[in-house]
T-cell receptor, first 111, second 115 residues
Framework: QKEVEQNSGPLSVPEGAIASLNCTYS??????FFWYRQYSGKSPELIMF????GDKEDGRFTAQLNKASQYVSLLIRDSQPSDSATYLC???????????FGSGTRLQVQP | GAGVSQSPSNKVTEKGKDVELRCDPI?????LYWYRQSLGQGLEFLIY????????KSGLPSDRFSAERTGGSVSTLTIQRTQQEDSAVYLC?????????????FGPGTRLLVL
């Protein structure tokens, strides 16, 4: 069974700090990796995706991928209270379009 | 344009009853996905439709669960003889072509409570 592991948190950071969210996955065939944000009581929304080893930056967000270590992370710079949410890591399994989601890391940004 | 819509937004039912959940994807999206999310958990894949291809049903937890997609658009997820462990938020998502690296756009979900 494919597994996606995330620390459930809560991860608490002060406003303006860098939040680092980590995810490991078991399926070596996974090629693409998605980060979704889910506010309490709301549906998930895409933050960004990455499919090449290394870093990908989009505004305050940076995704990092290391396929050899089966590890993907999301960095949020200059964290804001509005970033407080659960962040879901979702690898896309090879040959399958449905995503396998981790249980998410709850981030709390303290004003 | 309009996003993914789902109905009902909330459903309370008694154990043993059947329920139908509806999803209307973004217009023009050929791929449609059903997930469910139990309290405090991640999303669990249920079923995936892509165009006229046979659906990927590998995530359905039991034969009490079934889904249809008529005319390549609206989808209905049916749960027969509901059990208390079926209580969850059922989320529908759609994507343009079902290809790799596509964003899945989620609807607001249906919150199902089985008493």
């Amino acid at each position: 069974q494919k597994e996606v592991e995330q620390n459930s948190g809560p991860l608490s950071v002060p406003e303006g700090a860098i939040a680092s969210l980590n995810c490991t996955y078991s399926d070596r065939g996974s090629q693409s990796f998605f980060w979704y944000r889910q506010y309490s009581g709301k549906s998930p929304e895409l933050i960004m995706f990455i499919y090449s080893n290394g870093d990908k930056e989009d505004g305050r967000f940076t995704a990092q991928l290391n396929k050899a270590s089966q590890y993907v992370s999301l960095l949020i710079r200059d964290s804001q209270p509005s970033d407080s949410a659960t962040y879901l890591c979702a690898p896309e399994e090879a040959g399958r379009r449905a995503l396998t989601f981790g249980s998410g890391t709850r981030l709390q940004v303290q004003p | 344009g309009a996003g993914v819509s789902q109905s009902p937004s909330n459903k309370v039912t008694e154990k043993g009853k059947d329920v139908e959940l509806r999803c209307d994807p973004i217009s023009g999206h050929t791929a449609l996905y059903w997930y469910r999310q139990s309290l405090g958990q991640g999303l669990e894949f249920l079923i995936y439709f892509q165009g006229n291809s046979a659906p990927d049903k590998s995530g359905l937890p039991s034969d009490r669960f079934s889904a249809e997609r008529t005319g390549g658009s609206v989808s209905t997820l049916t749960i027969q003889r509901t059990q208390q462990e079926d209580s969850a938020v059922y989320l529908c998502a759609s994507s343009p072509n079902g290809g790799g690296r596509e964003t899945q756009y989620f609807g607001p979900g249906t919150r199902l409570l089985v008493l």
